[in-house]
């Protein structure tokens, strides 16, 4: 061995022990990117050639059913080369994971399913032949809710059980391929959820819950309130609202175990303290707002009693084009609730909305909180012009 070969040797070795640490902070940065996850429900005029896949890390095309028993597309004909043209767009974004959602509100046949295991068996194995056909990525359960009736879903008390008998099937269904496979599920935002739902066992087979951060204040309220507020406001900062007085009776009769408005901040802290590790923990971000009509000017609307039932929702796209271009409808943001809402005081229209501000403040509290990232129901409710929501998401994120 030559001189020149040993000192060129020697030279290489302080080089790499001198950039050690800048390696092991570069392989660390690039860990504590938070997850960007978007739920897609295939439209017309969003071709999957034009959605801006460099800005996510997973898209969970929604939804599936369980028909017969086994997870299926209803209209497989329409559905399948969508979901087909979908996965093309890894081409684009080799690192990008492309998932299947199963379920959603009102989707039924999950109890029934997951009640023997029989039934359970039976559904893994249609979802292990659906992966394989597609080449999927992974998927997600949309059971709304395990033990809990969401829009008239059957639930039984073994659901919480069969629930976890489940993911646990579907982990060990999803290990068995080649390649690694994702497993999450949408969950709620609120306590009661976890009353039916064995959350540290669920984990053990989970990659990520995505958490539903979002209806926190839902369509059947007849009180305004942020639906997809990111701060933990109590019950003694809204002291003498009539929202305030509305919790206050849902916390006296039982119907609700919290006395505080919800939030993200307040469901993440909760499962951190019930065990849950941060890094499996997603929050959401609404791409839509919610609309209330009758509402009376006291604190431009906000946590008040409205006139009549919420009106309706509106994708983030139909809000930027109809409502922040129109100067009857005021923007104002509620430092405590970290979120937006708007007034109308010529129609007495109330919004409570995701913008960009907010998600982006979303994005940002999920890393410094060390969770996993955020999620967002659904990707075509964004504006497909410059400044997007998700847009605002990638900058925070980077």
Request: aromatic share 12%.
């Amino acid at each position: 061995m030559s001189l020149k070969t040993t000192f060129a040797q020697l030279l290489l070795l302080l080089t790499l022990a001198a950039c050690g640490s800048n390696t092991e902070q570069i392989n660390q940065e690039i860990a504590d990117k938070p997850v960007i996850m978007a739920y897609y429900v295939a439209e017309r005029n969003y071709k999957p050639e034009e959605i801006p896949v460099e800005k996510l890390t997973h898209i969970i095309y929604s939804f599936t059913n369980v028909i017969d028993g086994e997870m299926k597309f209803r209209r497989p004909e329409a559905a399948g080369p969508k979901l087909a043209a979908l996965v093309e767009q890894k081409k684009r974004n080799p690192d990008l994971k492309v998932m299947i959602a199963c379920g959603g509100w009102g989707a039924d046949g999950f109890s029934d399913m997951a009640l023997t295991e029989e039934g359970r068996t039976k559904f893994i194995q249609s979802a292990h032949d659906f992966i394989e056909q597609y080449q999927l990525d992974g998927m997600d359960m949309d059971w709304e809710y395990p033990g809990i009736s969401g829009a008239g879903t059957m639930a039984r008390p073994e659901d919480t059980q069969n629930f976890t008998a489940l993911m646990k099937g579907l982990r060990e269904m999803l290990d068995s391929f080649d390649t690694p496979k994702v497993l999450t599920f949408a969950s709620a935002g609120w306590k009661r959820y976890y009353d039916f739902v064995e959350i540290n066992e669920v984990m053990k087979y989970a990659d990520y819950t995505n958490v539903m951060t979002y209806d926190q204040v839902s369509g059947v309220s007849i009180y305004t309130g942020h639906h997809t507020p990111l701060g933990a406001v109590t019950a003694d900062e809204i002291t003498g609202t009539p929202f305030q007085l509305h919790l206050d009776s849902l916390y006296q009769n039982g119907d609700n175990p919290d006395a505080d408005p919800r939030s993200a901040q307040k469901i993440v802290d909760f499962l951190i303290n019930e065990g849950v590790d941060p890094k499996q923990i997603v929050i959401g971000g609404a791409f839509y707002g919610r609309v209330w009509k009758g509402v009376p000017p006291v604190n431009n609307g906000l946590y008040q009693l409205s006139g009549g039932l919420h009106q309706g929702w509106k994708a983030y796209h139909q809000i930027r084009n109809e409502y922040e271009t129109d100067p009857d409808f005021v923007r104002h943001w509620d430092d405590n609730a970290e979120a937006p809402y708007m007034y109308n005081a010529k129609d007495s229209l109330f919004v409570s909305y995701d913008d960009t501000v907010s998600v982006s403040r979303k994005t940002k509290y999920a890393m410094e909180k060390g969770i996993g990232g955020i999620m967002f129901w659904e990707l075509g409710n964004d504006t497909k012009e410059e400044g997007s929501l998700l847009d605002a998401i990638y900058k925070a994120a980077h």
